[in-house]
């Protein structure tokens, strides 16, 4: 009887033996990445990934001056084209039409002669020299030619067609990146926001240039060492629990250990929820992962042919257009709306007629909703400012649309993973809930304080 009570008492031991040694290598493996995460989250708190000055998409773009009589553009005439939008506008000296269509990647066409492709060179030049003037950099940008996978540009929109580079000599080593589609700018680094980078959304996303180029085995990276992290803290909290004591001092450990283990029992879960949230925004087996062609404007917008898009520039031609240097197309289940943005920035919507038709929201259908402030979906983030006031609707698919209140132009979409994700992945890993927790107060006295917790914690385990 002795001899078969003792063995179970001894396999347990043994559990609980491998249990430690497990969690204590793995944290010795792990720790510097456990702190890297920390640190690099509270960096983010006050200094996110660099993204150009909010409202200068437009810099250097003069006012449109369109011929009389324009030329036939062949993109088209193509029999079946479709298009969702487009947009024009002048890019230096040049009338650029910017169409998006239906099916494959937005392309551009020279209005004086309806060829399709880039911008000039120079164009681009003198978008990046307007930019870096808002700035006070006043020196002649180096080209560096044309980039698809910068450091700074791999999670921008439409990085796979290429941004030409501009390199700015003096103290601020600016580097301005233009669309040669658009001629916008699209991002914008200096010394400062880079380094701040490398010390916080690079490290934090496991971002690295050479590592993000190649999205599945960058995917399968994050999975892995935040797998790793989560059965880390896992077991921590569970020989935590075990090693507590009922009596003061509560533990059995002393010195780092005892730190250690004390806020491991304050902060364990909240590190294991920021851990296992990170985890999911990598949609680990389809999980949370959205639709992309259910979150495709299209099933607001609707879109139109080629044949009604020329007659539609046509009339547009022939317009007095003066002072216009912005005109984007914000269809509207296939009807054909304008959003006109003059000099000053005024904005205005306009029918296929050129007649100013402010939007009605009893054209969106039942589901439609005017915001003026933010809700829980569609607020401002870091890298996503929002602009108000907005309508919120619900597309036949079940999909949320945020669109303009004033040009009627999609702004956000959210599906039915998108909205989960919200409450169950980023809810929790931004610390976001409520509006008052998206306020810099929150941020340095509520984030800032848990974030050193848990810095603590893995700080003492290593």
Known sequence: MTTLS????????????TLYLAHRWLGL????????????????????????????????????????????????????????????GMVGAEPVLTLFPVTGTPFAVDLRTGQTGSIPFQEASASARAYAALLGVQNVPVSEGITTDDQWVLDTPAHQQGFERFRFPGPARLVVYVSPITGDVVQATDKVSRAWAWVGAIPHWLY?????????????????????????????LFIGCLCLRR????????????????????????????ITTGFLTMTPAGLFASNKDRLDPVHVTGSISGSELQLLLERIAVYRTTGWIDIRGVFLDGRIFLAVTDGKGHRERLDDNLTPTPLEISTLG???RLLTAPDSYYFNRSTHPRSFPVIRLTADNGVLFYVDAQTGAVQAAFDTPARYS??????????????????????????????????VLYLAGW
């Open 6 to 17: 003792l063995r179970p008492i001894s396999m347990r031991k043994k559990c609980l033996r």
């Open 29 to 88: 493996i792990m720790g510097v990445l456990m702190l890297s995460w920390c640190l690099s989250g509270i960096v983010m708190l006050w200094r996110p990934w660099p993204t150009p000055i909010a409202g200068t998409e437009l810099v250097g773009h003069a006012p449109l001056l369109l011929s009389p009589s324009l030329p036939m553009v062949p993109s088209l005439m193509e029999p079946g084209s479709r298009f969702q939008s487009f947009r024009l």
């Open 208 to 236: 690295p240039a050479v590592l993000r180029r190649h999205p599945p085995i960058w995917k399968t990276v994050v999975i892995v060492l935040s797998g790793a992290s989560i059965f880390l803290t896992v077991t921590g």
């Open 247 to 274: 009596r003061w001092p509560f533990s059995a450990y002393q010195r780092w250990h005892l730190v250690h283990h004390f806020f491991g029992m304050l902060f364990g879960i909240l590190a294991l929820s920021w």
């Open 366 to 368: 039942q589901s439609a």
């Open 422 to 455: 919200r409450w169950f992945v980023y809810g929790p890993h931004d610390i976001n809930f409520l509006p008052w927790l998206r306020t810099a107060f929150a941020r340095l006295w509520v984030v800032f304080p848990l974030l050193s917790g848990v810095f």
